[in-house]
């Protein structure tokens, strides 16, 4: 069998991306395609299509482990990977990561620990390092405000719980939920995530501001300590 390489420009017109999605529309693409039309073309003997195979292959075949790629990990993983490359893929995944928030309503409604996950897992989920949330809550259920309070390790001296309820008390609210995400996939608590999530809860029983959940956020999935009664 004849192995050598063949340019995307040799092709046949319609079997190349960028032309088959102005002739057949964009939803006729692969993902390897629509990858190939943002790195434009490839190197080192390799087409854009056949990095862009190489590449989403690496990532297990999951966007979600793309979007968690930097710039400097594609340029440095992939010869010929320029800066330019780099940078389409990274804001590429960021457009459809912010497209997700867009399409959420400004005061979205979390009754259940799925609709905290669903609202949490496009700020969370892709993140490479750890971060904690909290999410203020009306009376009815209705997103307040939310925010990012702490950010990198993941220990009781990492998370002040006094910064928690100062910002809760500004907000004025009666109720709210925290979060962190684990990069690793692994949803267990750890013995860290327990004792913190009963020290905010008693806490917030003395102010008269009720914790009700702590929501541990994945790519793939989520652990709710209401429940999972540990709250």
């Known amino acids: 069998m004849d192995n050598r390489y063949i340019p995307i420009t040799s092709w046949a017109e319609e079997d190349r991306p960028r032309e088959k ?3 057949k529309g964009v939803f006729s693409l692969s993902i390897n395609e629509l990858i190939a039309i943002l790195l434009r073309s490839g190197s080192g ?22 979007a968690r790629l930097s710039i400097d990990e594609l340029m440095g993983r992939y010869k010929g990977m320029g800066i330019a490359k780099a940078a389409s ?32 897992r496009p700020r ?20 307040k405000g939310s ?10 001296t990492s998370v002040d719980v006094r910064m928690i309820f100062r910002r809760l ?9 925290i979060a962190h995400n684990h990069p690793s996939g ?6 860290q995530d327990v004792d913190l999530t009963s020290k905010i809860k ?26 999972e009664g540990a709250l």
């Open 45 to 66: 003997g390799e087409s854009a299509l056949d990095l862009a195979r190489r590449i989403l292959g690496d990532c297990g075949n999951d966007l979600n482990q793309l």
């Open 169 to 177: 008390l500004e907000l004025k609210v009666v109720a709210f939920v």
């Open 89 to 120: 893929i990274v804001a590429a995944m960021e457009l459809g990561r912010r497209r997700m928030l867009e399409g959420m309503a400004d005061a979205p409604l979390l009754t259940t620990s799925r609709d905290v996950y669903n609202y949490l």
């Open 147 to 156: 925010e990012r309070l702490f950010s990198g390790g993941w220990n009781l």
């Open 186 to 191: 692994n949803l267990v608590p750890s013995r």
């Open 202 to 227: 008693e806490a917030g029983r003395l102010l008269d501001i009720t914790l009700l959940d702590h929501v541990i956020v994945s790519m793939n999935g989520y652990y709710s300590f209401a429940d």
């Open 21 to 23: 999605l102005l002739t």
């Open 124 to 143: 969370l989920g892709d993140l490479d390092h750890e971060e904690f949330w909290i999410v203020a809550l009306t009376g009815g259920g209705r997103v």
